[in-house]
C-alpha cells in the first residue's frame, strides 16, 4: 500500500510559479512510476507530467512542455512538479499518482489534490 500526500498549492498570478510535492508512505517508493494529473472546474481529470521508476525519463503534456518540470528523490520518497509561466488555464486541482509505467496507465494510487488558482 502507497499512501500519497499532496502540498504546495495555492493562489498565484498569472507569470508566477509553484512547486508541489507529493509525499510518498512506504518503502517501495522507488518501484513506481509518478505522476501528476490535474482537474478543472467541469473538466475531465487530465495528465499533466510523469517520471520514470529509475532512469529519470519524464512525459509531458504538450500543454504544459517548457513550463512545467517533474523531478523525483527516492531517498525522501517525494516527487515535485515544478511550474513556471502559470497561465489561468492550469486552474485545478492537482492530484499526484503512481503507477507500474511511465505512460501512466490506470494509477495504482492516488493523492487528495491540491488546489492551484492562477489569477489573471
Known amino acids: 500500500q502507497v499512501q500519497l500526500v499532496e502540498s504546495g498549492g495555492g493562489l498565484v498570478q498569472a507569470g508566477g510559479s509553484l512547486r508541489l510535492s507529493c509525499a510518498a508512505s512506504?518503502?517501495?517508493?522507488?518501484?513506481?512510476?509518478m505522476g501528476w494529473f490535474r482537474q478543472a472546474p467541469g473538466k475531465e481529470r487530465e495528465f499533466v507530467a510523469a517520471?520514470?521508476?529509475?532512469?529519470?525519463?519524464?512525459r509531458y503534456a504538450d500543454s504544459v512542455k517548457g513550463r512545467f518540470t517533474i523531478s523525483r528523490d527516492n531517498a525522501k520518497n517525494t516527487v515535485y512538479l515544478e511550474m513556471n509561466s502559470l497561465k489561468s488555464e492550469d486552474t485545478g486541482v492537482y492530484y499526484c499518482a503512481a503507477a507500474s509505467i511511465v505512460t501512466m496507465t490506470f494509477p495504482h494510487y492516488w493523492g487528495q489534490g491540491t488546489q492551484v488558482t492562477v489569477s489573471s
Open positions: 517520471i520514470s521508476r529509475s532512469d529519470g525519463s519524464t
Open positions: 512506504g518503502r517501495i517508493f522507488s518501484r513506481y512510476a
